[in-house]
């Protein structure tokens, strides 16, 4: 049996390991919050270089902006009625920018620069695949 000091010290190294970042450590910092504003459904989102997010409707998910050089995609999924979409969560035509707010809407994905006004629609949910 470990002592209790050992086991405490195994614990915290344990923790430590497994919240640490696993990624290099960027200056750019920016976030992409993408918001599900579909009261009835959650939405599935999968963004480049993150699995599968599920997001509940009225809540948001933030995800960071590790190279602000690059641009970075997300796939959604409607999940109650099946329809996706993909979008360019990020490009550098944000750049300046802390926050990129994204909405999820009925009618399609919006993006605004300071999540309260100038929401634009930029893609449309669709319900076929093609492939
Ligand atoms: C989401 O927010 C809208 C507007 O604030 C509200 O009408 C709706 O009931 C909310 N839905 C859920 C599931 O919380
Ligand atoms: C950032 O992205 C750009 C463009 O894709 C790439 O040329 C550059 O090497 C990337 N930087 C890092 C640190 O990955």
Known sequence: MASPRISLLLLVLTLYICTGQSKTISTDNIDVRITNKIAS???DVACSEEGDIIVNP???HDWIVWN???????E??????NHFASIVAYSRRFT??????WEAREDGWY???DGKSGWKKEAEWESEIVN
């Open 41 to 43: 459904s959650t939405i």
């Open 58 to 60: 009225n809540t948001s």
């Open 68 to 74: 602000s050089s690059s641009k970075y995609y997300c």
């Open 76 to 81: 959604a999924i409607w999940t109650v009625t």
């Open 96 to 101: 300046g920018l802390k926050i990129v707010f």
């Open 111 to 113: 993006v605004s620069r």
